[in-house]
């Protein structure tokens, strides 16, 4: 099924909640941890540095825009919203604001509450 979608993502990799917009090249190297409430587009990169252990650690609720290659020994922290064709090689630890660019920076505070929408926010109470 990953060959048919242009896949390449390892088991375990991703928390609950992933949300893969549409099919598309999509690598993630195996030492990377992502947390609950991704939603992540095609032509993606996820990786490591050459030492092959050294991948990124990212929190809940990162939305990864098409194009945007993340790479290295870093950390992005919950509710980061990742611009399309961006290129994440340090870590962002403040929650919820917007990066993007080549190489990416902070371009605003407004994070991921209007672009992700999780299954606990349809639970009528």
């Given at each position: 099924?990953?060959?048919h979608l242009g896949?390449?993502?390892?088991?375990?990799?991703?928390?609950?909640?992933?949300?893969?917009?549409?099919?598309?090249?999509?690598?993630?190297?195996?030492?990377?941890?992502?947390?609950?409430?991704?939603?992540?587009?095609?032509?993606?990169n996820i990786g490591?540095?050459?030492?092959?252990?050294?991948?990124?650690?990212?929190?809940?609720?990162?939305?990864?825009?098409?194009?945007?290659?993340?790479?290295g020994d870093i950390?992005?922290?919950?509710?980061?919203?990742?611009?399309?064709?961006?290129?994440?090689?340090?870590?962002?630890?403040?929650?919820?604001?917007?990066?993007?660019?080549?190489?990416?920076?902070?371009?605003?505070?407004?994070?991921?509450?209007?672009?992700?929408?999780?299954?606990?926010?349809?639970?009528?109470?």
């Amino acid at each position: 099924m990953s060959v048919h979608l242009g896949f390449s993502i390892p088991i375990n990799v991703f928390g609950p909640g992933l949300s893969i917009a549409h099919r598309g090249t999509v690598v993630v190297n195996k030492n990377v941890t992502v947390g609950e409430n991704c939603r992540i587009h095609a032509c993606t990169n996820i990786g490591s540095n050459r030492d092959d252990v050294s991948a990124p650690q990212i929190g809940n609720n990162v939305y990864i825009g098409p194009g945007a290659k993340i790479f290295g020994d870093i950390v992005i922290a919950d509710n980061i919203a990742i611009g399309a064709n961006s290129v994440v090689n340090k870590s962002f630890y403040e929650k919820g604001i917007s990066i993007a660019g080549v190489p990416a920076k902070k371009i605003n505070a407004k994070g991921t509450d209007d672009i992700i929408v999780t299954a606990t926010q349809f639970v009528k109470e």
